[in-house]
């Protein structure tokens, strides 16, 4: 778990420097704040993937779906966030800082799950 959080953090840092680079300050929040919404999605998916991995499919696709959730509940939150105050969360940074921070750790995924 370290590890994965070390790199997601990393990961925010980042993209929340490339952001703001782009944008200029009005990015730094939404980088930021979904960065950390991203981490934390991948965090608790590991978590909740990892006890079942030697189990019978069945209960790994379960698991799998309860990530699968967690990440649409992103997307979510995501859409309010932009939709009830643009000016804070304009659409791009946004979703770069969620995106951004959420593909990498869902590629790494399987080498955090062992």
């Known amino acids: 778990m370290r590890a994965q959080i070390g790199v997601g953090l990393g990961l925010t840092v980042l993209v929340t420097a490339i952001l703001t680079a782009v944008w200029g300050?009005?990015?730094l929040v939404p980088a930021t704040g979904f960065g950390i919404l991203?981490?934390?999605i991948e965090v608790v998916s590991v978590a909740v993937l990892r006890?079942?991995?030697?189990?019978?499919?069945g209960r790994v696709m379960a698991r799998r779906g309860i990530g699968m959730a967690l990440r649409l509940m992103g997307i979510v939150v995501f859409v309010l966030a932009v939709v009830?105050?643009?000016?804070?969360?304009?659409?791009?940074?946004?979703a770069f800082g969620?995106?951004?921070v959420l593909v990498p750790l869902l590629f790494?995924?399987?080498?955090?799950?062992?």
């Not at 790494?108 to 062992?114: D, G, N, Q, V, Y």
Request: glycine letters at 2%.
């Open 51 to 57: 006890p079942v991995m030697a189990q019978s499919l």
């Open 108 to 114: 790494m995924e399987p080498k955090f799950l062992k």
């Open 25 to 27: 300050r009005p990015a």
């Open 84 to 94: 009830t105050d643009r000016e804070l969360f304009p659409p791009l940074p946004s």
């Open 38 to 40: 991203a981490l934390a």
């Open 98 to 100: 969620y995106l951004g």
